[in-house]
């Protein structure tokens, strides 16, 4: 079964400054990734996905992420953070199942700091 | 486009109480999916349904948790009796046609059980 590890559960990162949220999936190669946010008091919302393809996929408010099947990775990026940036983060492969749910990372919780 | 809907947002309950939560799929999906996150872990899948029928529960933790859809509509998740360890954030999810691995959340509804 399709599984996936987020690096942190928390993250700061000043305004303006890097983010990089990481996730790693397990060895075999998922169809899709995705990733989600969800905002205080808020749903998930999809924030970017990867199909076969372009491994360099951009998202939603400047996020970007790419795949690198090398290091079974799909960190998610943005240059410079905004505060309305803070929420948490999920990577989110496909499950195995015949329902095509998805599997759910951790979390990493994102605070940008002023 | 209305977006993915869940009623109610919070519920408090008390241990051994009933309590059915409620979701509204954006129209025309005809898949419809449930998830929890209980507090510090990760969101797990419950359910899956195709228009009106379950297509897979292996997600569902035992049977004191019942859904429905019935006329492949709007869901129903109903707990009965409820225990504390059902506490957590019950998310709805709905997608469309062949492209089921692009989900779209809904708020999430809140349960206490105390």
């Known amino acids: 079964a399709q599984s996936v590890t987020q690096l942190g559960s928390h993250v700061s990162v000043s305004e303006g400054a890097l983010v990089l949220l990481r996730c790693n999936y397990s060895?075999?190669?998922?169809?899709?990734l995705f990733w989600y946010v969800q905002y205080p008091n808020q749903g998930l919302q999809l924030l970017l996905k990867?199909?076969?393809?372009?491994?360099l996929v951009k998202g939603i408010n400047g996020f970007e992420a790419e795949f690198k099947k090398s290091e079974t990775s799909f960190h998610l990026t943005k240059p410079s953070a905004h505060m309305s940036d803070a929420a948490e983060y999920f990577c989110?492969?496909?499950?195995?199942?015949?329902?095509?749910?998805?599997?759910f990372g951790s979390g990493t919780q994102l605070t940008v700091l002023p | 486009e209305a977006g993915v809907t869940q009623f109610p947002s919070h519920s408090v309950i008390e241990k051994g109480q009933t309590v059915t939560l409620r979701c509204d799929p954006i129209?025309?999906?005809?898949?419809l999916y449930w998830y929890r996150r209980v507090m510090g872990k990760e969101i797990k899948f419950l359910l899956h349904?195709?228009?009106?029928?379950?297509?897979?529960e292996s997600g569902m933790p035992n049977n004191r948790f019942l859904a429905e859809r019935t006329g492949g509509t709007y869901s129903t998740l109903k707990v009965q009796p409820a225990e504390l360890e059902d506490s957590g954030v019950y998310f709805c999810?709905?997608?469309?046609?062949?492209?089921?691995?692009?989900?779209?959340f809904g708020p999430g509804t809140r349960l206490t059980v105390t």
């Open positions: 349904f195709v228009k009106e029928s379950k297509q897979d």
């Open positions: 989110a492969p496909p499950g195995s199942g015949s329902a095509r749910q998805l599997t």
């Open positions: 129209s025309g999906h005809d898949n």
């Open positions: 999810a709905s997608s469309q046609g062949d492209r089921t691995y692009e989900q779209y």
């Open positions: 060895s075999s190669v998922p169809p899709y």
């Open positions: 990867y199909t076969t393809g372009a491994t």
